[in-house]
């Protein structure tokens, strides 16, 4: 038996969840163990790629302060995003 409840990984500015491949949304994933996007990446950031064009996005863009990179085909941007931004928030 596991000894994790489940949870979310919440971006707290926003509001939004975590969710691998369109990396916030309003539902995010579901973790049933420990393995999430805070412990993938080392340090005190997480870095995310989103497509600041979809309105999820664009009305949360002042919330992503250090933008690190902005693909001009796909106008995706990579953002530096501190992990105290970020909670678990157990279901």
Do not use: C, W
């Not at 969710?19 to 996007?37: D, Q, T």
Request: no cysteine; charged share 25%; hydrophobic share 30%.
């Amino acid at each position: 038996m596991s000894d994790f409840k489940p949870y979310r990984v919440k971006h707290k500015p926003t509001g939004l969840y975590y969710k691998p491949n369109s990396p916030l949304s309003k539902k995010g994933k579901v973790y049933m163990n420990k393995s999430n996007v805070l412990n993938y990446f080392s340090g005190d950031f997480v870095i995310l790629t989103l497509d600041v064009n979809k309105k999820i996005y664009s009305q949360f863009k002042s919330y992503f302060a250090e933008q690190i990179f902005t693909d001009a085909h796909t106008r995706n941007a990579t953002y530096k995003i501190p992990k105290t931004d970020f909670e678990i928030e157990e279901l």
